[in-house]
């Protein structure tokens, strides 16, 4: 039976929210993910983060109090979730190029920013296939990221250059693998570091070759994803998966990494590539 779309839920607990102090533990909780899967759920849906969906939702709905009501800047800026007006009136003009005081008066034509409830982006459902993989353990090399601010394209690089046919022991050359690192404990935002690996899988009973990491991965199901095409359109295929699929399926997420597989059929820039996204399942 197809569930209600988790992420329509939390749109509209943020929408009712505006006017209140909004948690992304509490939106989260709307859709029945952790926050950290959460945010990266939204983005890959949307294409904004969290944050910055709320500071322009809040910004759009205050630039029509400004228009047409009398209320002061400061009430707005405390009803808006601002802790003073000078901090209001830098958040509008980031978002408008103006500030409240001169919209006042000028009274001109706004363009609004418009909630995305049954707006989201991805129309396609995918179909995956399903896997159980055993334990396995991977080495390789890991970079920091933030939502704002991305150091895999520069990881993958670097990878390509040192290690990519280059590690003695390696169990399979020809498969490197994606991995974002799963950590339910981090209280998740825009800024929030998380940290993404490209590795290859290695045995486990060798020692981790100098100037490698390594991770273990437990045994768990997946669904698996066929991505067609260039990578930049991948955060299309990940909007399906987390908008479409998963909250339509019979399953959530798991609590562990999730991996992207660059195999034989993988070819940079080629319309032709082909690429798996492996997503750790259970049972609702």
Not at 16 to 22: A, F, M, P, W
Not at 71 to 81: D, F, H, R
Not at 164 to 184: M, Q, R, S, T, W
Request: proline residues 5%; hydrophobic residues 35%; aromatic residues 12%.
């Amino acid at each position: 039976m197809q569930r209600r779309n988790e992420l329509d839920k939390a749109l509209g607990y943020i929408e009712r929210g505006l006017k209140d102090r909004l948690i992304l533990e509490d939106i989260a909780a709307c859709a029945n993910m952790s926050a950290w899967h959460f945010h990266r759920v939204f983005l890959a849906s949307t294409g904004i983060t969290v944050g910055e969906y709320i500071r322009k939702r809040r910004m759009s709905e205050a630039a029509k109090e400004l228009v047409f009501t009398s209320k002061p800047i400061k009430q707005l800026a405390g009803e808006y979730q601002y802790e003073s007006q000078a901090a209001f009136t830098r958040s509008f003009t980031c978002v408008y190029g103006i500030s409240p005081g001169k919209l006042r008066r000028q009274v001109g034509p706004m363009h609004f920013f418009h909630p995305m409830i049954q707006s989201v982006r991805g129309e396609k459902m995918l179909k995956p296939r399903f896997e159980t993989k055993a334990a396995f353990r991977v080495v390789g090399i890991s970079c920091q990221n933030t939502m704002k601010q991305n150091s895999i394209p520069a990881l993958w690089n670097d990878f390509n250059q040192r290690l990519c046919g280059k590690v003695p022991g390696a169990e399979n050359f020809e498969h490197a693998l994606g991995i974002c690192f799963y950590d339910p404990e981090v209280e998740m935002n825009e800024d929030t570091p998380f940290t993404y690996m490209a590795c290859l899988e290695y045995p486990e009973d060798l020692p981790t070759p100098e100037g490698l990491q390594s991770r273990n991965l437990s045994t768990a199901d997946y669904a698996v994803f066929v991505h067609k095409g260039a990578l930049d359109t991948l955060s299309d295929t990940y909007d399906a998966i987390y908008s479409q699929w998963l909250p339509n399926s019979e399953y959530r997420r798991g609590n562990s990494d999730d991996f992207e597989l660059y195999g034989e059929d993988f070819e940079y820039g080629s319309p032709d590539s082909i690429m798996e996204i492996w997503v750790p399942i259970v049972k609702a």
